[in-house]
Each structure stands twice: as C-alpha cells, then as structure tokens.
C-alpha cells in the first residue's frame, strides 16, 4: 500500500485534474491506493536523487535502486551518487587541483619563495585522499536519501511493465514492486573506439583510480575529458600527447575561445596531434605501441580513450515493454521528461539533452514538481553555464559566437580582451587571459560570454545570472568593476572588436 490516504489521493487527481486538464474515472483512481510506491527510480546520481527527494518531500511514497558502490563503474558496480560524484566531476575536480600545484609552485620562484629542494609528487597519496572523500560523499547522498523518507535498495533495476520494476539483489534473488510512475535515471557509460587493441586502453573511470601515475600518456578525444585528463598529467609531470580528429578541440565551443585553449594546451607542453585519428594499440614490453592513421607510432604507458559517452539503457529492459529510444539508445522525452508511456519518465544523460550534472538536478527538480505538485513545469535550457576544468580552464554561458550568427536576424557585435594576468606579470608565466562578448546589436542584449583563464568558472557563474536576467551591453558597462581583477575586464569592454553580419556567418569545420 502507498503512503497516502485514498482521500488525499482523491484531492491530488482533483486539483491535478484543474491544471492540468487530465480526466480519469474515479475507478482509475481508487486503483493508485494499491501500487507499493507512488515513484520508483532506478539509478541514484545527480538526477535521481534529487528528483526522489523532492518527490518525497512533496508527500509521495519513493523508492530508488542503485548498484554497489565502486570507485570504477561496471555492469554490476555503480553507487549513490552517481558519475558526478564517484567518477566524474568531483573526483576530477580533485585531480585538477592536485594537478595545479606543479605549475603554481613554479611561479612561486619569482614571488620570492626559496624552494631548494626537489619536490616530489605523491601520486599514491592524492588518490587516497579522493578515493576518501568519494567515499564520504555516497554515505552524505545514502542518509539525504534516508531523512528524506526515500526506501533506497541495493541491486540491478529494470522494467519489467508500465508500473512494474524487477530488482535484483545482491545475493541473485528477485523482488518486484509496483509503481505508480517509474523514473529512469541510469546515466551514461564511457565508450570504446572500436579499433584492434583497444582493451589496452582505459576511460575516465580507470584513469581517476590508477594505481601509477603514468610517465607517458595518450589521450584519443577532443572534448570535457580527454582535455581536462590532459591538464591533469601534465601538470603531474607526465608527457602527453592529444590525438583528436579536427583541427582544433572542443567541438561546439566558440571557434575562437577553441583556439585559446589549445594554445594554452601547447605552452604547457601537451602535445596535440590535430586531425589524426589512432587506429590500433600493441602490447609491448616498453608499453603500450600507439599506431595512428598518418603511420606514426609511439610508446605509452597508459592510453585514454574520451571519445563520447552512450545512455545506460542496455539492461533495463525499456524496448521490451514499448518505451522509444533514440539511435543512441537514449530515452525519448517531452518538454516534461515523459516516454511515450505515460507512467515511465527519464532525467539526466539518460534522455541525451545536455548532459551535464546541474541540467540533471533541474530535470529531476521539474519532474517532482510535475508530477507531485500539479504544477506542470518544463526545464530551462537557456543560459546554462559550463565549464571545462583546463589548465587554465575555460567556461562559457549562453551563445557561442557561431551560434549567435547562426541564429540572428541582423548584426552580432563582438567585444574581446585578451590580457596578460596580474599575477604572469611577476611570475613570467607566458600565458594570455582571454574574454569574449557576443552582442545582438539591434537590441544590445548580450547573447553569450566565454572566458578562459584562472577563475573562470568562478566568474562566469556571475555573468550567467546577468544573461539569466536578459542584460544588455550598455548595463555590463554601466557596472563598476572590481580591482584589481580579471572579472572587471568584463565590464570595460568597451570598443567593438568586429561587427559580423549574418550574411558573413562565419562557416566552420575546425
């Protein structure tokens, strides 16, 4: 039986019924009373969790299914928490710290600070300390789950009806629970580039739980991952070298904040290896033999493949029953995150939106309102920050300067800065901080802003609340910066580096 009364069931269809227009027979409705859960998900990351603790807070009776906690994902191992937390973001975001330490003890020489010594590098006890710290996370994601209300189970979840799931435990045996809507929140899982030898290679997952930290390192990848793991070596005194099939990395990112970064790549001593492609790995006892399609071959002694992540859909039975997926395998949404089977929804990269571990948090938050509420309510895709966690890291919000052209009816202005930080000047570190604001100039809204160099993240959380708020040109000039700063430069750009019109779009195959 649920939590709720079949009164209170009855005023909830009611004043469902006002806003939303749905009209079902009362029969229909006594029947919710004998379903074991109002929501039932299966998968406890980022979306997940929060959509079933919303939706408990709102009085629905939840349940929620993940798999064992590891630090490395399988079929059988996953964990509350989900990649952001266990493998992905977070844990990254640790090694990029780690990581920025060997540049900024550098740069120490020259602020004065004697460093006479050789200084090591512990790469055994950096792990240590994220694998401690992933570890306190899931317990802080389990007992959110618990003083919320949620009925949190251990095991593999599938759908095995429209309002039935089928768990199984960890000792093999079987449980079924009805549900009067079932949540999929599965994720995605890193893919293999399918060429000989590629079992010698690792994704992301592997590469956060090395027992070694590697000497020479192969990416084979040109987006979030493969970069930011590219920093993360180098900085750890590793030799890479960054194999990606374009010219230049970063796909989808404006074209001219692309080029910074991989500048910036360069000058910290990456290697980049534009439009080559690998096409097979050999065991050997020096290490792995990279072969590439321009004939080169070289040594390393770990090679990462970040070539894309696929929805985590394979095992949970979704096409049996008739839910849609996408060619990708992907659960196919509403405006509100429903499949085309009305009691069965999807949040998070599972539906491949925008894959990101904040859109994940306001699907699930849209979804409980929507379903618990009565207040239907649709995620907003507008002027998402984001970041990739480079050294030094680049992040952007809203337009791309592609993108505004693309999508204008008339001019687009474009204001940059590039600039040598305050703290190179001392330190003689060669590395310039790159601003950009993309401007419609009919209306003067700032469409976009990018940003790469120290801090950005941190700034451009600001700017996204600014373009959140549809500002204009004119107020970011109006604004009194804050010096000194990188974040004024914001506000001083005031000369129009260029004015491009729709007609001159620039077309681009980098």
């Not at 590098?121 to 003083?147: C, G, H, M, P």
């Amino acid at each position: 039986m649920c939590g709720r009364s079949l009164n209170s069931i009855l005023q909830s269809w009611q004043e469902r019924c006002l806003l939303t227009g749905e009209v079902k027979q009362a029969s229909q409705v006594e029947e919710e009373a004998h379903f074991d859960f109002d929501l039932f998900v299966i998968g406890a990351g980022s979306g997940g969790v929060r959509a079933a603790r919303f939706s408990a807070n709102y009085g629905a009776k939840v349940g929620i299914c993940e798999l064992p906690f590891d630090p490395i994902s399988s079929e059988v191992n996953g964990g509350v928490g989900g990649t952001c937390v266990l493998r992905g973001c977070v844990p990254k975001k640790i090694l990029v710290y780690g990581a920025n330490f060997g540049g900024e003890i550098e740069d120490a020489r020259n602020y004065g600070w004697e460093i006479n010594e050789k200084v090591d590098f512990n790469w055994k006890k950096l792990l240590q300390k994220k694998t401690d710290e992933i570890v306190r996370l899931n317990a802080i994601y389990k007992r959110l789950l618990s003083n919320s209300g949620v009925k949190l189970y251990e095991g593999e979840g599938k759908v095995t009806g429209p309002n039935e799931v089928e768990l199984t435990q960890l000792d093999g045996t079987k449980l079924k629970y009805s549900a009067k809507h079932i949540l999929i929140a599965t994720g995605s899982k890193a893919q293999y580039p399918d060429i000989p030898g590629k079992e010698l290679g690792i994704t992301s997952d592997e590469a956060l739980s090395l027992e070694d930290l590697p000497k020479r390192a192969v990416v084979l990848g040109a987006g979030y991952i493969a970069v930011e793991f590219a920093s993360i070596w180098r900085g750890m005194g590793a030799t890479v070298d960054l194999f990606f099939r374009r010219e230049l990395p970063l796909r989808g990112f404006d074209d001219e904040m692309r080029a910074v970064v991989a500048r910036n790549l360069e000058g910290r001593g990456i290697n980049l290896h534009p439009k080559t492609n690998l096409t097979e790995l050999t065991k050997t006892e020096n290490g792995i033999k990279v072969r590439t399609d321009h004939g080169e071959e070289l040594l390393a002694d770990v090679v990462l493949f970040a070539t894309g992540r696929a929805p985590n859909t394979k095992r949970l039975n979704l096409e049996a029953i008739g839910v849609e997926l996408d060619k990708t395998g992907a659960v196919k949404v509403d405006e509100h995150s429903r499949s085309n089977i009305h009691s069965i929804w999807a949040v998070g990269d599972v539906t491949n939106r925008m894959n990101l571990t904040p859109v994940a948090l306001m699907e699930g938050t849209c979804f409980a309102k929507t379903v618990f509420t009565g207040q239907p309510t649709k995620p907003d895709y507008n002027y998402i920050p984001y970041a990739v966690f480079s050294i030094p890291p680049l992040s952007v919000v809203g337009l791309s300067e592609e993108q505004a052209l693309d999508q204008a009816n008339g001019d687009v202005l474009v204001f940059t800065s590039t600039f040598n930080p305050m703290k190179n000047t001392i330190s003689g570190r060669q590395e310039k901080t790159v601003m950009k604001l993309v401007v419609d100039a009919e209306t003067d809204k700032v469409l976009g802003a990018s940003m790469c160099g120290p801090d950005a993240p941190e700034i451009m959380q600001g700017i996204a609340v600014a373009l959140k708020c549809g500002a204009t040109k004119k107020q970011f000039d109006s604004t009194v910066g804050i010096h000194p700063s990188a974040a004024e430069e914001f506000v001083t750009m005031r000369s129009v580096t260029r004015r491009v019109t729709a007609s001159g779009k620039p077309k681009t195959n980098l």
